[in-house]
């Protein structure tokens, strides 16, 4: 590899010195440096001609997931470097920087493809996707969240795999994850922790109004729909809509939304060989804080 698009997170690296220090270093070995601020991202989409075979990013994971989605179209890898605490996604911490560079250079390195979800809206209520339209399409690497608004009370869901009714939850909402979200909100909110090569999806209820409802592991193949009932007669539920913490949207009763596999993937860069059991002993086993 010889071109690269550097992105940081300036609240982890402030007055850009790590960022430069890898410009620098990248320039020096004889190969291009584009840099740009994770904030610059939002609200606006990375060109497809832009000349790059890797994106670095440097944070932690929240900026690695946040720029999966504008990265995704791209088909590029993404390499992250932690800057933050636990690091599942951002594995190279900042002291092995230019050993990860040098094997980047020499295409020494392997590639891990991560399934994404997309989520289609269909507002049936009388609330609105920000754009006016009528639906609205988003993408998540780790989850789509749909719960109760503010401090409105619990809200009840009704969830369907493949238009087979599932069950009716009532509580402060479900959790729909890909197995890279799996050891993320899904893993607090008691469901299971997926390996990421495992092609499924996760239905996980969050604080559920009963005793029984338990997370159900679907195929990534399937196609899941939440859709937001009316609690009370005199009461129109008020719920959101979020796409990994990013993207939020509005809810109400007879809104509905259908979660399946994403047409693209996330591509993360490997260069450690750290089996994922390792990683889940030492960063949530073992006494990490979170």
Do not use: W
């Amino acid at each position: 590899m010889d071109r690269f698009l550097v992105i940081t997170n300036e609240r982890k690296d402030r007055d850009n010195i790590i960022t430069k220090q890898i410009e620098d270093y990248i320039n020096t070995s004889g190969r291009k440096c584009t840099l740009i601020g994770a904030l610059d991202l939002e609200g606006n989409e990375i060109k497809p001609d832009l000349d790059i075979q890797c994106a670095i990013v440097l944070g932690g994971d929240g900026t690695l997931i946040r720029c999966a989605t504008h990265l995704m179209k791209l088909n590029i890898p993404i390499l992250g470097i932690n800057l933050g605490t636990i690091g599942f996604l951002a594995e190279i911490e900042k002291h092995h920087i230019t050993e990860a560079l040098d094997r980047l250079f020499a295409d020494d390195y392997q590639l891990e493809n991560r399934m994404m979800l997309q989520g289609e809206l269909v507002m049936g209520g009388k609330h609105k996707p920000p754009d006016g339209k009528d639906g609205f399409a988003g993408y998540a690497l780790n989850d789509i969240v749909i719960t109760r608004k503010g401090l409105s009370r619990i809200i009840s869901l009704r969830i369907y795999v493949n238009d087979e009714l599932v069950d009716d939850y009532r509580g402060d909402g479900v959790i729909i994850s890909t197995p890279t979200g799996s050891t993320a909100y899904n893993l607090s909110a008691g469901g299971p922790i997926v390996t990421p090569k495992a092609d499924v999806m996760v239905i996980t209820p969050i604080c559920p109004h009963s005793l029984s409802p338990r997370s159900v592991v679907v195929s990534a193949e399937d196609t899941v729909k939440v859709v937001i009932r009316k609690s009370k007669k005199t009461q129109d539920d008020e719920a959101i809509a979020t796409f990994d913490g990013q993207t939020v949207i509005d809810l109400g009763t007879e809104d509905e939304i259908t979660i399946k596999r994403a047409q693209y993937n996330t591509r993360l860069i490997r260069l450690n060989q750290t089996g994922i059991y390792e990683i889940l002993r030492s960063k949530l086993m073992g006494g990490s804080d979170l």
